[in-house]
C-alpha cells in the first residue's frame, strides 16, 4: 500500500491559498525596526501580497491537501 503524501506544515503556515488558486504571502519586515518606517509603508506591509508565478509552483506542490 502507498503512503499518503503529507502536507508540508510550515508552508501551511506562510501561505494561504484564495478560492481562485492565487497563492498569497506575508511581507517581510514586521517584526522590528518599524519606528523608522512611515505610517504608509508600515499599512502596506500588514497587508497580503500575492506570491510570484515560482513560488506558486513550489506553494501548491508543497501544499497537498
Not at 26 to 50: C, D, S, V
Amino acid at each position: 500500500m502507498k503512503s499518503k503524501p503529507k502536507t508540508r506544515k510550515s508552508i501551511s503556515k506562510r501561505f494561504k491559498l484564495t478560492r481562485g488558486g492565487k497563492v498569497l504571502r506575508r511581507l517581510a519586515g514586521q517584526m522590528h525596526y518599524r519606528a523608522k518606517l512611515t505610517g504608509k509603508k508600515r499599512r502596506e506591509i500588514r497587508r497580503l501580497k500575492r506570491a510570484s508565478k515560482e513560488m506558486t509552483k513550489k506553494v501548491k506542490k508543497s501544499l497537498t491537501y
